[in-house]
């Protein structure tokens, strides 16, 4: 599994955290009790519903690599969406992605950086059980949010198709029994000011409910030298949920949940870092001394909206639960930007966006017997997506644009059972049938007539009105058996080991960006084995998560630059080939003493190309299989490492003190596939302090985030004879957070 240099590698790692174990691992100190809730919340077991068992299940006790976090350890870290969480799992790299709203999350090496809606996601994001398919939108805030969880590795045999590196669960907040409201006000720099607030109480005998706001701007962290100091990128994001809860009775629930998501933005800005003579630059044009300056001929905007609802029931019927989960999404899209970077119109590029989807899930989970259990289930999805895609490149003289739509459906049945045949072993056994159909049409760029009315590059601005001829279509079926098999072994109360072997697949699809028509590509296979260990340590003091695995895939899908294209930048999806992807993971939490809690995390990836077919490198219209084998996986660091400490104190006789230092490490990677976009690797540090009088229903805190003002990047990519971009994440950011509940 392993070379002899990583065997070593391993053991040299694990020697030394054992030996750091040991010296932590002293008896508590005589230290004066504290009872700050932003400490506890970071000793907090979660439980999780992973698993879909009819009850919650405590996260060490669940045989499957997850990191999960509550409401309250979101504020304690200063989370506000679902990447800064993601930041803090092993081996899990959240990014945005290049089209504002979008997601390019990756788990254990297996993502999508693209943003076409036909590359089907390798991590699925569900929200409220509900599956969402595709990825603008994906980028959930914080606010409101009751928990999330992050299971690494493939998932297919409860989650289904899209899962192969892994799954995002995200659960909103539920209204309890009694009134309450909770209230927050954020200042920033950069004009950051965040409100939000929510509501929540019985409406009568069986009924209650909660009603949720949220609005967040900023000014935009770039300074766009180019139009007199203007800052950049601002930000404007408005959020409405609404919830109900019907319980007529103690064994029968209903929970309907409508979301409004509105989002109007700048577009994520880039970076030119290169400069070809060939590209019309304008006259004076000079690079930014600062990384964080910009210089765009039009910075762009994005507009978002995205309405949801799901509505859950769930019925006890004392043998087990019976739950229905019934899920639907509207999402429309508008944006325009200049992707080159530069003062000139070297690449203005506009897109439309408009999808719908429909999901639903009928299982049934069993309780009633202790030498075994198991959930059953039915689940149906279907969308439909309608893509148009327009661009102006090298000083408006090539204006075009093209067209896409896909109706997609998927069938499954679904089991999973635990045997236990010893108290301190269990035995899982699962299986998933999926079959999916997709029919597709698509106009390659040039396709879509423009209004040659309209100056340049205005034209490409209104792409939902253009008479698209999408001519003809094509439809392709797929099915699928991902099956599963768990070892679990107990050896005391507070320790689990377990071996998984599981197989998953990824959507076979069509490829549907400024393209004609092209067959179809198969669905992404892989096979899974993952060896784990979680302990409860030293009085429970010390928490420790072990996971080694290797996973290897076959009819790997990669997006490849079309042969023989150059200013168009067309592309297509294939399947490249095999890989093997194999690493280690390590969470520690330590609470060395009542005021101090340390906490790690280390995860290593290994992924590498076992065969790489029909990759043409440098466009000459034939494929480099050779050279293209020895590439680097895109946006996959080797290693990624997060340390923490939390201190909590009395400060005399006024209230509790929080402080928390944090510092993230990533490796160097690279941006696209053929490793022409390099990015370094680099550190982040955040701190924050919280303060919360005594008996108070109030706190108030200071964070900063990147403290280094590092200049890091979630995005690049090569624009052929137009240079290289990057988009960057925010520089230093400071801010003032104020927090009530009752």
């Not at 203007?230 to 408005?238: H, I, L, N």
């Not at 400069?275 to 304008?282: C, D, H, I, R, V």
């Not at 896409?404 to 459906?409: A, G, K, L, P």
């Not at 698509?442 to 034209?459: A, K, M, Y």
Request: with cysteine.
């Amino acid at each position: 599994m392993f070379s002899q240099s990583e065997k070593a590698y391993f053991h040299k790692t694990f020697t030394a955290l054992a030996v750091s174990l040991a010296v932590n691992a002293v008896p508590a100190f005589a230290a004066e009790s504290s009872s700050s809730s932003a400490r506890a919340s970071l000793l907090e077991e979660v439980m999780v519903k992973a698993r879909k068992r009819a009850a919650g299940e405590a996260i060490q006790d669940v045989p499957v690599a997850i990191t999960a976090f509550s409401a309250d350890q979101f504020k304690a870290v200063f989370a506000e969406d679902v990447v800064d969480l993601g930041m803090l799992s092993p081996n899990v790299h959240p990014t945005p992605g290049s089209q504002v709203g979008s997601q390019a999350f990756s788990i254990r090496g297996l993502g999508v950086a693209g943003t076409v809606p036909s590359d089907a996601p390798a991590v699925g994001v569900f929200q409220n059980g509900v599956y969402w398919g595709m990825n603008y939108g994906a980028l959930i805030d914080a606010f409101d949010v009751e928990s999330v969880e992050i299971l690494r590795g493939p998932q297919g045999t409860l989650f289904g198709r899209n899962v192969t590196g892994g799954a995002i669960l995200v659960n909103t907040k539920r209204p309890g029994q009694e009134f309450g409201y909770e209230a927050e006000a954020v200042y920033g720099s950069h004009g950051r000011l965040d409100m939000s607030g929510a509501v929540e109480g019985p409406l009568g005998e069986a009924l209650r409910g909660r009603l949720s706001v949220l609005s967040r701007k900023h000014d935009g962290y770039y300074d766009n030298v180019l139009q007199g100091g203007k800052d950049a990128g601002e930000d404007d994001v408005s959020v409405v949920r609404g919830t109900l809860v019907y319980e007529p009775t103690a064994t029968f629930d209903a929970t309907l949940i409508v979301d409004q998501y509105d989002q109007n933005s700048g577009q994520v800005l880039v970076r030119q870092v290169e400069t070809p003579g060939s590209l019309p630059f304008e006259e004076g044009y000079r690079e930014p001394s600062d990384p964080f300056d910009v210089m765009h001929n039009d910075p762009g905007w994005a507009d978002i909206q995205v309405q949801s609802s799901t509505l859950e029931m769930n019925w006890d019927l004392g043998h087990g639960v019976v739950t229905s989960i019934t899920g639907y999404r509207d999402l429309e899209v508008n944006q325009f930007g200049d992707f080159d970077a530069s003062p000139s119109q070297g690449l203005n590029l506009a897109v439309d966006v408009e999808q719908d989807q429909f999901s639903q899930e009928l299982r049934y989970a069993s309780s009633y017997s202790d030498f075994y259990n198991y959930t059953v289930g039915l689940y149906y999805f279907q969308q439909d997506w309608d893509f148009r895609e327009g661009r102006a490149i090298s000083n408006n003289a090539l204006v075009f644009a093209s067209g896409n739509t896909m109706d997609e459906s998927s069938y499954a049945a679904f089991g999973e059972v635990d045997l236990r045949p010893f108290d301190d072993w269990m035995i899982t056994l699962g299986g998933r049938f999926t079959q999916e159909e997709k029919e597709v049409q698509t106009v390659p760029f040039g396709g879509c007539p423009l209004d040659e009315s309209i100056p340049n590059p205005l034209r490409i601005q209104n792409l939902r009105a253009l008479p698209c001829d999408l001519g003809p279509s094509d439809t392709e079926t797929w099915s699928d058996v991902s099956p599963k098999v768990v070892v679990r072994w107990e050896p005391t109360e507070n320790q689990m080991t377990y071996m998984s072997w599981t197989k998953g697949f990824r959507s076979g699809g069509f490829a549907a960006r400024g393209n004609n028509l092209l067959p179809p590509f198969d669905a992404e296979e892989v096979t899974a084995v993952e060896l784990g260990y979680k302990g409860t340590l030293w009085d429970e003091r010390l928490r420790l998560n072990v996971a080694l695995y290797q996973n290897d895939y076959s009819d790997l899908q990669r997006t490849i630059l079309t042969p023989g294209t150059d200013i168009a930048f067309t592309q297509s999806t294939q399947n490249a080939g095999e890989a093997t992807i194999e690493g280690a993971e390590v969470e520690l939490s330590v609470q060395v003493t009542d005021k101090l809690l340390l906490t790690a995390s280390w995860g290593l990836t290994d992924a590498s190309f076992d065969e790489f077919k029909g990759f043409d490198l440098d466009g000459d219209g034939v494929s480099d299989p050779d050279r293209a084998r020895k590439l680097e996986f895109s946006q996959v660091p080797e290693n990624t490492y997060n340390l923490s400490a939390n201190y909590s104190t009395e400060y005399a006789d006024y209230g509790y003190l929080d402080f928390r230092v944090a510092m993230r490490r990533i490796d160097e990677l690279y941006h696209d596939d053929q490793n022409l976009v390099r990015e370094p690797g680099h550190n982040i540090f955040d701190a924050n302090l919280t303060y919360q009088p005594f008996g108070a229903a109030w706190s108030l805190s200071l964070f900063g985030k990147n403290l280094g003002n590092e200049d890091y990047a979630f995005e690049g990519a090569s624009l052929g004879s137009l240079g290289t971009n990057r988009f960057l994440f925010p520089p230093r950011t400071w801010g003032v957070r104020w927090t009530y509940e009752h």
